[in-house]
């Protein structure tokens, strides 16, 4: 059976992701900070499906989580789902140092390790790959969290590209508004978003993994996204600043 590592499995998109992985057969390996969750989880997903979930209690903002998540990865696993992130409050200024720092090391640094500690393995057996869970705001300008979002799309692109013609798949996954636990646990206020662009956690992770089976680099798995994301690509880069600092500052 195929084995998959996702992290931030304990709710949203990964534990969607873990849902989905293990409805088709594959065994995982769960990976968060909050330890009961993930264990009820991993329970739930043995009786369902009968697949093996091993639990990995991590905090990927440490370099002790960081480095007990490479040397599972590093182990012969067929995926690796980078998904574990957080959202941000506030403007730049208005956040602690330490929280931006932290921000980095979980959607950058975290990324690229475990991104690096998968790869030799899956290269050397000629498949495996990674999906690493990127957003819509990697293609605005707003915030340490949109630049760290651009950043996972710019690397999994470049990494698709290192590793072709080796049987081996990197994918950057930019979703938009999700329901999720997400914007509750950053304390931002949602309810001014239209209901319309919402999206099921369920329906994106699908979407995402045929993206994924289609060998896509870059996956923004919803028309209603797409059509975003194209028009940041036709509007100047100042006014798309100045468009998304107003939005922001709309929903905090």
């Known amino acids: 059976m195929p084995t998959a590592v996702i992290t931030g499995a304990s709710s949203g998109i990964g534990a969607a992701f873990a849902r989905r992985l293990a409805a088709t ?40 989580g960081i480095a007990a998540a490479e040397r599972r990865v590093a182990h012969g696993v067929d995926l690796v789902v980078n998904n574990a992130g957080f959202g941000q409050r506030g403007t730049f200024l208005d956040t602690p140092v330490a929280e931006e720092v932290a921000m980095l090391r979980v959607h950058c640094e975290a990324v690229l390790r475990l991104t690096h500690a998968a790869l030799p393995d899956m290269v050397a057996r000629g498949g495996g790959g990674v999906i690493n869970v990127s957003s819509v705001a990697a293609f605005f300008s707003r915030g340490s969290y949109a630049a760290t979002k651009a950043w996972v799309l710019s690397f999994s692109e470049s990494v698709a590209h290192d590793v072709a013609g080796n049987g081996v798949r990197v994918m950057a996954l930019c979703p938009g ?31 995402g993994l045929r993206d994924y089976a289609r060998g896509r680099s ?7 996204y797409k ?23 709309r929903y905090e």
Do not use: Y
Request: charge should be neutral; proline fraction near 3%.
């Open 218 to 224: 870059c996956s923004v798995p919803d028309a209603r």
């Open 25 to 64: 057969g594959a065994d995982l390996v769960l990976l968060a900070r909050d330890e009961a969750r993930l264990t009820a989880n991993a329970e739930q997903l043995r009786a369902k499906h009968g697949v093996q979930v091993e639990v990995l209690v991590a905090d990927l903002a440490t370099e002790e």
């Open 227 to 249: 059509v975003v994301t194209g028009a940041s690509r036709l509007i100047p880069r100042r006014l798309s600043s100045a468009l998304s600092a107003r939005v922001g500052r």
């Open 177 to 207: 508004w999700v329901r999720t636990e997400f914007h509750q646990r950053s304390n931002m206020d949602t309810s001014g978003i239209p209901g319309f662009m919402w999206l099921d956690a369920d329906k994106l992770v699908s979407a």
